[in-house]
């Protein structure tokens, strides 16, 4: 079993930055996919950044790209979300998910390939 737990989520303002975190326990993640997802209140959960085992791939939605960054810490176990020039529409719960052993992280934006989840962590941007 995999345990991961989200951490650093908040309430900012447009234009604020975040840091989320995801810790892994229980069985590593070091040598699996690990993506971020969001849920905004009444719309399905959505795709957001994946990065590959070694953390030198990533692949990002487009609503995202080029404000978050993914990145990982194997050691650590814990895989990041920096998000930067945050707008009201990022407002959601973001969750982390274990993905596949290896594979390029550009194949797995959906929530089916993904098997273990964490509990999420709000993330409000006001306006």
């Known amino acids: 079993q995999v345990q991961l737990v989200e951490s650093g989520g908040g309430l900012v303002q447009a234009g604020a930055s975040l840091r989320l975190s995801c810790a892994a326990s229980?069985?590593?993640?070091?040598?699996?996919?690990v993506g971020w997802f969001r849920q905004a209140p009444g719309k399905d959960r959505e795709f957001v950044a994946a990065v590959s085992w070694s953390g030198t791939s990533t692949y990002y939605a487009d609503s995202v790209k080029g404000r978050f960054t993914i990145s990982r810490d194997n050691a650590k176990n814990t895989v990041y979300l920096q998000m930067n020039s945050l707008k009201p529409e990022d407002t959601a719960v973001y969750y982390c998910?274990?993905?596949?052993?290896?594979?390029?992280?550009?194949?797995?934006?959906?929530?089916?390939?993904?098997?273990?989840w964490g509990q999420g962590t709000q993330v409000t941007v006001s306006s």
């Open positions: 998910a274990r993905g596949p052993w290896g594979g390029d992280p550009t194949n797995y934006s959906g929530t089916q390939t993904y098997r273990y």
């Open positions: 229980g069985r590593t993640f070091a040598n699996y996919v």
